[in-house]
Nanobody
């Protein structure tokens, strides 16, 4: 599975951009979501769909970020509202089924204050 993420860039604090991630094949029964890695920090979960369709969202972004998906288009989105400088990171799209995981190339989001 190949993943293509888009929507990153330089953003002013308080803005609300949306990231998109398209998969090269069906993700209907996959878990799929977003991770991020800030400079000098470990990669962390942002939000993800589980295989049963439930979602998990990190406490750090809960209430500001929302994950959604279009199964027909094999695409998952991350709506990021009220971005803050601490949200600056490379955002990675990830999908998987069973023991297999696939990662996108990452898209850099830089939030300026």
């Amino acid at each position: 599975v190949q993943l293509q993420a888009s929507g990153g860039g330089l953003v002013q604090a308080g803005k609300s951009p949306r990231l998109s991630c398209s998969a090269s094949e069906s993700i209907f029964n996959n878990r799929m979501g977003w991770y991020r890695q800030a400079p000098g920090k470990q990669r962390e979960l942002v939000a993800i769909f589980s295989t049963d369709g439930s979602t998990t969202t990190a406490e750090a972004v809960k209430g500001r970020f929302t994950i959604s998906r279009d199964r027909a288009e094999n695409t998952v989105y991350l709506q990021m509202n009220d971005l803050q400088p601490e949200d600056t990171a490379v955002y990675y799209c990830q999908t998987g089924r069973g023991p297999f995981n696939y990662w996108g190339q990452g898209t850099l989001v830089t939030v300026s204050s």
